[in-house]
């Protein structure tokens, strides 16, 4: 009765915290915000211009007063101050009035993070406003959001490819039986394509168009049907813009290493895997969930590489707040589930 009442008078949320994104559930309502955890920052005035959508906008295109900043890197913080003020202005965001309690948060976090990225995550919630800061295991809520049966005794087994980690867990009974964390993911490949022209082609395009590179045309596999973009760059040589042609075959050539990382550390999880759960995985498969399971061709990749079927979760993107925030909604059942 009285955890019914404090939930009553609190607004009890959950929240992926990415690198490249941040997303908030709010309990009884769904997913309410979605916004790119960027902060622009006027260097001068040391003052919070833009957070979110708006800051993303300013990427590659302030003057040297204000900059742009991830305050985020690989999963974890980078920036504590930085990070603390995004998370308040989102919170602010969602909340239209102030809670009479302290929300209840519940954060993704990367798997294998140490004891003090974890501190640093909870204080900056906490001086964002947040109450009682639990943390999830990002794969294991990408796994409650896909539908898993992680509270039976069958292994199911998550590839979660976000902007700063991939994570790879094999999960059953509510605990992670094997993870791994490699901090190879969209950021990576981002830059991979940035490198990649700057060499090949020698052109230098934004951090921005090379992420719209990646989703319009990047693929782990060739095509069906090969396509091409023109984008807009500067030439290294004369600093003179122009537009460039493009193909998927070159970009698919640009990210091939850190796609081959992805790879790897999913060959590696089976490999380890105890017995009885790698059969469980072995029959039904395995899923992709983050923004990199929608990089074209990358579930033929996988299925190729380890021969097993490959589900991609019903939109990837959510999947992890979606995940936490079922969680927050029954969250006596899911009580085993927290990192700390």
Known sequence: MLDRLLSFLSKD??????TANTLIYLRGKGIVLNEPSVVAI?????????????????????????????????????????????????LSRVLSRRPLLRPKLVVAVPTGITSVEKRAVIEAAEQAGAGKVHLIEEPMAAAIGTGL?????????VVDIGGGTTEVAVISMFAVA???????????????????????RQIMISEVMAENIKIRIGSAYPLDKPVKMEIPGKEILSGIPKTFTITDE????AIQEP?????????RALEKTPPELAADIGQNGFWLAGGGALLKGLDRLLHEATGLK???????????????????????????????
């Open 13 to 18: 949320l959950a929240m992926d915290l990415g």
């Open 42 to 90: 006027d260097k001068d005035k040391q003052q919070v211009v833009a957070v979110g959508h708006e800051a993303k906008k300013l990427m590659g295109r302030t003057g040297e007063g204000i900059v742009a900043i991830r305050p985020l890197k690989d999963g974890v913080i980078a920036d504590f101050e930085v990070t603390s003020v995004m998370i308040k202005t989102f």
């Open 149 to 157: 049966p992680i509270d039976q005794p069958v292994g199911s087994m």
């Open 178 to 200: 094997y993870s791994e964390s490699v901090r190879v993911a969209g950021d990576e490949a981002n830059e991979a394509i940035l490198r990649y022209l700057q060499r090949e």
């Open 250 to 253: 070159e970009i698919r050539n």
């Open 259 to 267: 796609v081959e990382a992805i790879v790897e550390s999913v060959r």
């Open 310 to 340: 490959v589900n991609i979760s019903e939109d990837p993107l959510t999947a992890i707040v979606r995940g936490a925030g079922s969680v927050i909604e029954h969250f006596d059942y899911f009580r085993d589930v927290f990192v700390n």
